[in-house]
């Protein structure tokens, strides 16, 4: 099978690298897949995994005609099978040309923590926990999960750890809470400001500190923050490193990683004690009492509202001040837990056998069309809503003007 997976972004994210690495693991089945997106920071990750790129025209408001014409363009060209689509934006791009006017079955990913009304609800949707499941189920004809795969082997517990943090300027006596994300203002931020906060607080004779490993448009308002904790505590307790292409190195100097998504899992998997962050004031430490927790609703949570910096200090502080063999069993039981249910092959398989049935499952012309009339009326009203909100922004903003 020839499929082409259309991907958001180039930029270092979970869902990208995930996209990436089981398209790899499918095209090792023997199906041939090329990655589709624009040009951007994974384009090397796609070289080395020995997958063919090609690039999108730059971006425009999403759904971009451009896009829609290039996506059908290359299925055209190419003989493309199946389009596999992740998150949104892509999905609408392909169903509006290679799927609506060719006829080429689409595989929809959607790894947000929700599904917007406008996707299709007649593709085959794959999310990446239960709970989104269930909630998607009543009202979508096909939902699968394939819950955030790890590679297991490549990223594994190293046996001396010295090397990488004399890397990133980690000392031996220093406790090093590692977070791998990508500094963006939506979903992280929260999080990250308050993890940074909470760094003033800690006892520093525990000599904790938290490396920020990541670049994105919040940088300096993260920047700003971590100046404030470390002039608080007259010493450097957060550091930003800016972005690793392979952060692998960054999981192995970690004594505890904070993070949500695939950046849990990969520390799991290289047997660190992890505290699983969220949103609004969400921070869990991974345990066996708490796995259940997130094998439901995913590594991430929402919380009560607060913005959480006396929960993560709390559990960074416990974690800090535990015997460091209780570190290394919670580390372990975090990489069998990897192991055993988020291995990158078992995800492959699943994906593909995915593939399999929407292929034995194209619809006509007729019944594609009438099943794009719901989502294209709810983008219509998405896109109608935000016009109103800039609208009476930027009346807002005039009037506040002629005031002055």
Known sequence: MRILTCLHTMEIGGSQINAIEIAATVAGLGH?????????????????????????????????PRNVTAIADVVRHRRIDLV???????????AYGAYLRQGVPLVVTVLSMEVPAWVPRHLPLIVGTEQLAVEERPHRAEVHVIEPP?????NAPVTDSGPARRALGIADDEIAVVSVSRLAAALKLEGLLAATRAMAGIDPALRMRLLIVGDGEARAEIQQAADKTNAERGAEAVTLTGAML??????????????????????????????VQGEQGFWLPLTPQTLPVFLDQGFYGLGDGTDGTDRVAAALTELGTADPRQRAELGEFGRRTVVERFSLQAAGRRQAD????????RLNLPRRAGAMA?????LLNFKASLARQRFAAGRTAAGSGSDS
């Open 354 to 361: 995915i593939y399999a049935h929407a292929v034995e499952q």
């Open 246 to 275: 392979d952060p692998r190195d960054a999981y192995a100097a970690a004594d505890i990683v904070i993070g949500m998504g695939s950046s849990a899992l990969r520390a799991m998997a290289f047997a660190k004690p992890v505290v």
């Open 150 to 154: 790890i590679d297991t082997d490549a």
């Open 84 to 94: 596999h689509a992740y998150e949104w934006a892509p999905t609408l791009e392909a």
């Open 32 to 64: 041939e897949v090329i990655i589709y997106g624009p040009d951007g920071e994974l384009r090397s990750m796609v070289d080395e995994w020995g997958l063919e790129f090609v690039q999108a025209p730059p971006k425009g408001e999403a759904p971009s």
């Open 374 to 378: 719901h989502p294209t009326a709810h």
